[in-house]
């Protein structure tokens, strides 16, 4: 079977997978930003330490999503929201709208999540037609 064939997009792996290189492309674009702008000698302060710590609790969340898609979601998600208000408060700017884009392979986990319930129920249910199904002989 050929990715083509086996791409659904209703499917819980579609969106799980999503999530996965997503998170890894903004990961990695991100330690290239920090490779290739190398930051200035002199100490920065408490802002830019609590942007890293927040950074590194979204990174841990996308980690953490690789077995535990809901809980790296909820970890990821209150880290972007953490960044953005300690940007607030600590510079008093508004943080770039293209960081928002680190909350999409949470976004992406968490509907990967539901779908997968939704499938675990409905894989579960009779079906609805036809008369049920004679007992097996022993």
């Known amino acids: 079977m050929n990715a083509v064939a086996a791409f659904r997009p209703g499917c819980c792996c ?10 890894a492309l903004i990961f990695f674009a991100w330690v290239a930003f920090v490779i290739l702008e ?7 302060g408490v802002p830019l330490a609590t942007q890293a710590a927040l950074l590194a609790v979204i990174f841990g969340g996308y980690a953490i999503s690789l077995r535990h ?5 909820v970890v990821s998600l209150l880290g972007v929201a953490a960044f953005f208000v300690a940007t607030r408060v600590e510079l008093q700017v508004a943080t770039q709208p293209a960081f928002a884009l680190f909350a999409l392979p949470p976004v992406l986990f968490l509907i990967s999540q539901r779908l997968a319930e939704h499938e675990s129920h409905a ?16």
Do not use: F
């Not at 190398?38 to 920065?44: F, I, N, S």
């Open 14 to 23: 579609t969106y799980r997978w999503a999530g996965r290189v997503s998170a």
């Open 69 to 73: 898609e809901r809980a790296g979601a």
């Open 38 to 44: 190398p930051m200035p000698l002199v100490r920065e």
């Open 123 to 138: 894989a579960v249910e009779p079906p609805a037609e036809g008369p049920p199904a004679p007992p097996a002989a022993e």
